[in-house]
């Protein structure tokens, strides 16, 4: 069973940077696309980005584009999520999964920013 644990998150203030970072074990990641999901209280879990299990294609929330960069490294199992020009509506938890979540969820990370 996979297990996914994801780090990085913190307070920052609007315009900041965070970069995040989650590790699958159990499971490769090789041959899934990997995304990253964010939630914050009382709304539905939501896309963020996506990236091809061989890097090639990469999407975007519209509310992200332009300041978020997903990256993986197959090598180390590892997805991260570059965050820049962090405004206080990124304020969430954020998690990582296959594309369609169908994996175990962990128990993601909070990124809070300050205005």
């Known amino acids: 069973q996979v297990q996914l644990v994801e780090s990085g998150g913190g307070l920052v203030q609007a315009g900041g940077s965070l970069r995040l970072s989650c590790v699958a074990s159990g499971r490769t990641f090789s041959g899934y696309d990997m995304a990253w999901f964010r939630r914050t209280p009382g709304k539905e879990r939501e896309f963020v980005a996506r990236?091809?299990?061989?890097?090639?294609?990469?999407y975007y929330a519209d509310s992200v584009k332009g300041r978020f960069t997903i990256i993986r490294d197959n090598a180390k199992n590892t997805v991260y999520l570059e965050m820049n020009s962090l405004k206080p509506e990124d304020t969430a938890v954020y998690y990582c999964n296959e594309r369609g979540g169908s994996w175990s969820w962990g128990q993601g990370t909070q990124v809070t920013v300050s205005s």
């Open positions: 990236k091809s299990w061989s890097g090639g294609s990469t």
